[in-house]
């Protein structure tokens, strides 16, 4: 079973997944990092990339993540382009983690673009962790050391958490970590008791 975790930035999907991962039997995949060890290591991404965005995508061999960003994250078209690249190599990466996975209890999946790039479609069931706009504004400048600008333009090429429920099986509001606790160990109970996801968003 693949559970998938997604919601905006800075609705602490990261903390959620590291509450789950302390559950027995379960294992974690988490897009994002694995999207960066794939773009530093495939050729064919690399090829594209610096095909499509020019030379200064990588310095030294490294991918400039500071160059790309300050391009993709304000057009969404170039937005559509990067992900074109790399996201096939990453569900053919997730594929393979699943099917080498298949005696845990269930894969933890983080993806804040779950719905965006249709990795929906590896989901059993779906989380979205949501938060105010304004925490979660804060909370990506303070980890990131980015404008309040820069997150606005992060959050526009993202679903609307609104839009995201609809499609979720169970969603938690990441304000409170002692209530976040209880909301990951309930669901795990659910997951791991075989009992049916109420299909109420709750």
Known sequence: MVVGITGGIGSGKSTVVAMFSKMKNVTVYIADAEAKKLMNTSETIKN????????????????????????????????????????????QHLSNFIKDNNDKDYIVYENAILFENNSNQFCDKIVTVTAPLDIKIQRVIQRDGVTREDVLHRIKNQ??????????????????????????????????KNNSFNTNIS
Do not use: C, M
């Open 48 to 91: 594209s990339l610096i095909k499509e965005f020019g030379e200064k995508t990588y310095i030294n061999n490294e991918l400039n993540r500071a160059y790309l960003a300050s391009i993709v994250f304000k057009d969404k078209h170039k937005l559509a382009t990067l992900n074109a690249i790399v996201h096939p190599q990453v569900h």
């Open 159 to 192: 679903w609307s958490d609104e839009k995201k429920l609809l499609l979720s099986h169970y969603k938690i509001f990441n304000i409170d970590l002692a209530i976040t606790n209880k909301d990951v160990l309930r669901i795990h109970n659910y997951l791991t």
